[in-house]
């Protein structure tokens, strides 16, 4: 068996430990005589496996009292339409903040539902920085402000939380939860796909704020009814099984590993090391603000374009697999996340070394 390195954005890398673990409870789950999949949602092994799973997010993201953390599907994209059916609670406009694809794709859908105000946008500097937060226009009579942690495809992050005064922080965390410590007691609503940090596609975590559940819209669907999937457990429909059981493993390794504290400590030591190769060559380069390089995600350009293909076609045969940037801005992107060994991120910068070497 030859597993490869996966810089894949996500679906991503999963821990080996989980995998090998679901391995040996495929056919038989603890004695229970069937595989994850096969069990009732209802029934005690599953409500077991459910609630260790959540008892384990709340206790590495240290969620406080006061909040909801709801397991749902439909993916971050659900979510840019739920927050608006959610929290306007009568209001007319909610600020965002456009630091990349992501908080585009959230601003296109907000717009269906209010007013949306730009707080800040870097998009004027191809998102490649963060506005400094006292130029952002925040106006206090919106219902929330939305901004997103980690731009995935821009390779752009967050390094402290926002001051957005009275209102809601709403925040996507898609790309880097669990990556490092988080004040979730700032936000009122913290989401994010577990495709990347938590496990496989299919599940999307919640975290809000009490004070926000039960605000919906009349014509609100049930199944994204925050108040409703709170009130049945997230289980409102039968929800992602398997799924919600992966990230509960995942979630048992990274306990295993120090939890979210040591998981940063190994992340900033694997960014670290990558965007230094990049910035010690001539031919890689990385085009992100310092101050706000991603841990997650490291997007790079080639000052020779016409290298690209053979770059990627190298690195595939050498068991360096994604490393293609997204198509929207091209060049590479080597997606780091919690499961990618440090080993994979050395094997990449001999990689690269040897290619610069030779080209
Ligand atoms: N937000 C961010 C930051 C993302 O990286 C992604 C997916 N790459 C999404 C939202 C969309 O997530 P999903 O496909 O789970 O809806």
């Known amino acids: 068996m030859a597993r490869i390195y996966n810089f894949s954005a996500g679906p991503s890398m999963l821990p080996e430990a989980v995998l090998l673990q679901a391995q040996r409870e495929m056919l038989d789950w603890q004695g229970s005589g069937m595989s994850v999949m096969e069990m009732s949602h209802r029934g005690k092994h599953f409500m077991a496996i459910a609630e260790q799973m959540k008892a384990d997010l709340i206790e590495l993201l240290a969620v406080p009292a006061g909040y909801q953390v709801l397991f749902l599907q439909g993916g971050a994209t659900a979510q840019f339409a739920m927050i608006p059916q959610n929290i306007l609670n009568g209001k007319t406009k909610a600020c965002y903040v456009n630091t990349g694809a992501w908080s585009t794709a959230a601003i296109k859908e907000a717009g269906k539902y209010c007013e949306v105000q730009i707080a800040a946008s870097a998009e004027a500097a191809s998102f490649t920085t963060i506005p ?8 206090s009579g919106a219902a929330y402000l939305h901004y997103t942690s980690n731009e995935t495809i821009h390779g752009v992050e967050f390094n402290d939380v926002p001051q957005v005064g009275e209102l809601p922080l709403v925040c996507d965390m898609s790309s880097n939860i669990l990556s490092r410590p988080v004040d979730v007691s700032r936000y009122g609503i913290i989401y994010a796909g577990t495709q990347k940090n938590m496990g496989p596609s299919g599940v999307t975590v919640v975290i809000v704020r009490d004070d926000l559940v039960g605000l919906e819209t009349k014509n609100t669907p049930a199944v994204f009814s925050y108040a409703q999937q709170a009130k049945a457990d997230s289980m409102l429909n ?15 390794w990274l ?27 001539s031919l890689y380069r990385n085009p992100v603000d310092k101050a706000y390089r991603s ?8 000052s020779d374009p016409a290298l690209d293909k053979e770059f990627l076609a190298l690195a595939e045969r050498n068991g360096l697999s994604t490393l293609a940037g997204h198509r929207s801005v091209g060049g590479m992107r080597a997606s780091i996340y919690n499961a990618m060994p440090e080993a994979g991120v050395d094997a990449l910068i001999a990689f690269m070394a040897e290619f610069e070497r030779t080209h």
């Open 132 to 139: 400094a937060y006292a130029d952002w226009q925040i106006d």
């Open 238 to 252: 039968t929800p992602a099984t398997y799924n919600w059981y992966l990230l509960g493993l995942t979630l048992q």
């Open 255 to 281: 306990k295993g590993e120090g939890g979210v504290g040591a998981i940063e400590q190994r992340n900033i030591r694997k960014a670290g090391k990558l965007y230094d190769a990049i910035d010690n060559s």
């Open 295 to 302: 841990r997650m995600n490291v997007p790079f350009v080639l």
